[in-house]
């Protein structure tokens, strides 16, 4: 079967830092890109940074821009995103997710992504 796993979240202050992992099991990810999204209490999922399967091309939210890293480590397969200067609006479940593309390609678009973890929670407080 294939799965995504997501680590590393918890509690931070304002200013603090949390990195996120991605774990891929059952496939691997040499051919995917792989998005990082976040979806606040009562609100719409929203794509926070994507990573081609290259690592050549990435995107971010403005939202993040400045602040969150993505990376990955096909050899591990696995992606992260390193999330520092925390906001309390940065407070979400977080997911990652993963979609078959070219090798440059790196998209934001929730509806393209296939297969998705179950999330992992992340809280910043003031």
């Known amino acids: 079967q294939l799965h995504l796993v997501e680590s590393g979240g918890g509690s931070a202050h304002s200013g603090g830092s949390l990195r996120l992992s991605c774990v891929a099991s059952g496939f691997s990810l040499d051919y995917y890109a792989v998005g990082w999204f976040r979806q606040a209490p009562g609100k719409e999922r929203e794509g926070v940074s994507c990573?081609?399967?290259?690592?050549?091309?990435?995107k971010y939210a403005d939202s993040v821009k400045g602040r969150f890293t993505i990376s990955r480590d096909n050899a591990k397969n696995t992606v992260a995103l390193q999330m520092d200067n925390l906001r309390p609006d940065d407070t979400a479940d977080y997911f990652c997710?993963?979609?078959?593309?070219?090798?440059?390609?790196?998209?934001?678009?929730?509806?393209?992504?296939?297969?998705w973890g179950q999330g992992t929670r992340v809280t910043v407080s003031s």
């Open positions: 990573i081609s399967s290259n690592g050549e091309s990435i």
């Open positions: 997710a993963a979609v078959q593309a070219d090798a440059t390609i790196a998209i934001l678009q929730i509806a393209a992504f296939e297969f």
